[in-house]
């Protein structure tokens, strides 16, 4: 079946630091790829996606690249922000899930200023 | 207003009562979800339905049930709430759309408390 693996938290960065969240993931068929971002009391929202090898997704500073030979959607901003605080998820959709979203467990982020 | 509304957003319940959640939305999508979210285990699909007439068991169904009303509507409910049923539970939708390129809009969650 269809699995993410994305990397413990909590993450605690300066602001301005550089931010990795790894992400690797387990599926049939050619997976689309997503990264989710909830924000204190509010609901998940997208944050950038990726449907193909080799695609980048990217928002708000943030990128990420669909590696197919490593099986990865690494997170990454060059220079985080006091606003960019949140749970991040990543997750999968494979058609043979019918299209329903895997999410990894999510990662903490907090930036300090 | 909100694309997707949940009601109520908190709840606090005894065990053994009946719990209704309602999640509406102005999308038009026709695909509806409710995942739960517990800390350190992320969200877990609990039902969704791909129409009005098209309702699935997700991973962890047991203890709940649901109702789609109508396209905009689907409901969750928990016959008999439990301890463990303590969560934060979100309803979404998504666009039929192009497979591989489905992206689901969250409300903004449900928290329940069962005492």
């Known amino acids: 079946g269809n699995s993410v693996t994305q990397m413990e938290g909590p993450v605690t960065l300066s602001e301005e630091a550089f931010l990795t969240i790894n992400c690797t993931y387990t599926?049939?068929?050619?997976?689309?790829l997503f990264w989710y971002v909830q924000y204190p009391g509010e609901g998940l929202q997208l944050l950038l996606k990726?449907?193909?090898?080799?695609d980048k997704g990217s928002n708000k500073g943030f990128e990420a690249t669909y590696r197919k030979e490593t099986t990865s959607f690494h997170l990454e901003k060059g220079s985080v922000q006091v606003s960019d605080s949140a749970v991040y998820f990543c997750?999968?959709?494979?058609?043979?899930?019918?299209?329903?979203?895997?999410f990894g467990k999510g990662t903490l982020l907090t930036v300090n200023p | 207003d909100a694309d997707v509304t949940q009601t109520p957003r908190n709840r606090i319940t005894k065990t053994g009562k009946r719990i209704m959640l309602e999640c509406s939305q102005t999308?038009?999508?026709?695909?509806m979800y409710w995942y739960r979210q517990d800390p350190g285990l992320g969200l877990r699909l609990i039902y969704y339905?791909?129409?009005?007439?098209?309702?699935n068991k997700g991973e962890i169904s047991d203890g709940y049930s649901v109702s789609r009303q109508a396209q905009a509507k689907f409901s969750l409910s928990l016959e008999s709430a439990i301890p463990n049923q303590t969560a934060l539970y979100f309803c979404?939708?998504?666009?039929?759309?192009?497979?591989?390129?489905?992206?689901?809009?969250f409300g903004a969650g449900s928290r329940l408390t069962v005492l």
């Open positions: 979404a939708t998504s666009d039929a759309g192009q497979p591989g390129a489905n992206v689901l809009t």
């Open positions: 599926a049939t068929g050619y997976p689309s």
């Open positions: 990726a449907t193909k090898a080799d």
């Open positions: 997750a999968l959709i494979s058609g043979g899930s019918n299209y329903k979203l895997t």
């Open positions: 999308k038009g999508h026709d695909r």
């Open positions: 339905s791909f129409d009005v007439k098209d309702i």
